[in-house]
């Protein structure tokens, strides 16, 4: 279990590092520059989904500042994010409003989740990786 604990950590640390690599080529490459975004804003929310999943999967995850943390990039950032994108898809996103915020304020504040998000999961991929060498 440990083992595999340290695995899924592993690979969503990837996938965090991953996302913040794709990310600017989506917006290079696709256009309209709206379309890119909800292919960008859909790997925020399956990111999202995946720490969901192992806070459920992993009884050692379930109260940790990573759950915590994925919890508000997926329903505070992501999804709202992604929600404002498609229902105003016509609109520039500097005139769009989220949760009461112009939409380039939100971006920014989901920036600072996100960094949450990434020193989280670093710090929890290190404590498991010393209790699995502490275990051996």
Request: charged letters at 20%.
């Amino acid at each position: 279990m440990k083992n595999e604990l340290k695995n899924y950590l592993k690979n969503l640390l990837i996938f965090e590092i991953l996302i913040v690599a794709a990310v600017p080529f989506i917006f290079k490459y696709i256009e309209p520059k709206r379309v890119a975004a909800l292919g960008a804003g859909s790997l925020f929310v399956l990111l999202g989904i995946s720490v969901l999943y192992g806070s459920l999967r992993y009884e050692p995850l379930r109260k940790t500042f990573l759950t915590v943390v994925g919890c508000l990039h997926l329903f505070l950032v992501s999804v709202p994010m992604l929600a404002a994108r498609i229902y105003f898809f016509d609109t520039d996103f500097d005139h769009i409003q989220i949760m009461g915020l112009s939409a380039p304020d939100f971006h920014k504040y989901s920036e600072w989740v996100y960094m949450a998000l990434l020193i989280a999961t670093i710090y929890q991929f290190v404590k498991q990786v010393r209790q699995t060498k502490k275990a051996a």
